[in-house]
């Protein structure tokens, strides 16, 4: 049995240390990658969709069958469930929550590396270029960190259906760049 096995073995049996490398591993990676989703409600955070990703994985341990790597994948598949429900409910409740001016500082929040490049408005819309299937495939990818076949598990597809679908994303990414001047 190897180490990654045995992590899940033990997150499954409740092993508080188990869950905590877990989110080491892919916590972070997770959140960036939802940051990066587009649509999503303005009224939750990335890390309130996290949050309840966590949560359900938590409850569903039992269920889930595989190691580390594809508990990564099963991880983002339930992360883009939640985020869908999300965007769901507020189209239905078509509000926009008011930010404030400044919050960063109010609240103490600093930016990361990583924020700033899932912030940076030409990576927005660029991913806003391609086609729904292929900007969640470069998210899960370039953004997220997750191989192939983590990536076809948490979006539901092939992994031959993901390689083309990268593939077809970085070709017309190309496209757009060289075009600009």
């Not at 309840?52 to 190691?67: P, Q, V």
Request: with cysteine.
């Amino acid at each position: 049995m190897s180490d990654a096995d045995d992590l899940v073995d033990r997150a499954r049996a409740g092993d508080e240390a188990a869950w905590v490398e877990l989110y080491q591993r892919h916590g972070g990676r997770l959140v960036i990658w939802l940051r990066s989703l587009p649509g999503a409600d303005a009224a939750s955070s990335p890390e309130d969709i996290a949050h309840e990703a966590w949560l359900t994985a938590a409850s569903k341990i039992g269920e889930f069958r595989g190691d580390s790597d594809d508990f990564a994948g099963w991880l983002f598949g339930i992360s883009r469930k939640h985020s869908a429900n999300r965007r769901r409910t507020a189209q239905r409740r078509a509000t926009t929550p008011y930010a404030m001016e400044g919050d960063d500082d109010v609240w103490g929040r600093s930016r990361d590396a990583s924020e700033q490049v899932v912030a940076d408005e030409q990576v927005r819309w660029l991913l806003a270029q391609l086609s729904p299937r292929e900007a969640e495939v470069v998210a899960c990818i370039d953004v997220g960190g997750l191989d192939v076949a983590s990536t076809a598990r948490a979006l539901g597809i092939g992994s031959t259906a993901v390689r083309v679908a990268h593939h077809r994303a970085l070709g017309r990414l190309r496209r757009l760049l060289d075009a600009r001047p």
